[in-house]
Nanobody, 124 residues
Framework: QVQLVESGGGLVQAGGSLRLSCAAS????????MGWFRQAPGKEREFVAT????????YYADSVKGRFAISRDNVKNTVYLQMNSLKPEDTAVYYC?????????????????WGQGTQVTVSS
């Protein structure tokens, strides 16, 4: 069982930056691929970014490529999402997810554990 707790969300002006963190419980964090997803009001949950077990491979949604960066620290059992050049359309609840495989996935149904989410609001 893995428990995930996100933090770092908030209100920011367009063009600003935020860094989300996701702290994971358990001693097998390094065996999990991790992902970030988001859900805006009235929309389906969508993929944002994912990272494999050792941080050596990442993948991003086209909408965030070049602006967001996912990373992980397997000593601290934490995955991060650095978000730069934020836009109003990035406003959503952001969720951290863990996959019981070492390689990443962009599909939400491939993930076994989810955090409670953290709100990100970007004002124009």
């Amino acid at each position: 069982q893995v428990q995930l707790v996100e933090s770092g969300g908030g209100l920011v002006q367009a063009g600003g930056s935020l860094r989300l963190s996701c702290a994971a419980s358990g001693r097998t964090f390094s065996s999990y691929a991790m992902g970030w997803f988001r859900q805006a009001p009235g929309k389906e949950r969508e993929f944002v970014a994912t990272i494999n077990w050792n941080g050596g491979d990442t993948y991003y949604a086209d909408s965030v490529k070049g602006r967001f960066a996912i990373s992980r620290d397997n000593v601290k059992n934490t995955v991060y999402l650095q978000m730069n050049s934020l836009k109003p359309e990035d406003t959503a609840v952001y969720y951290c997810a863990a996959r019981s495989r070492t390689y990443y996935s962009t599909r939400s149904y491939d993930y076994d554990y989810w955090g409670q989410g953290t709100q990100v609001t970007v004002s124009s």
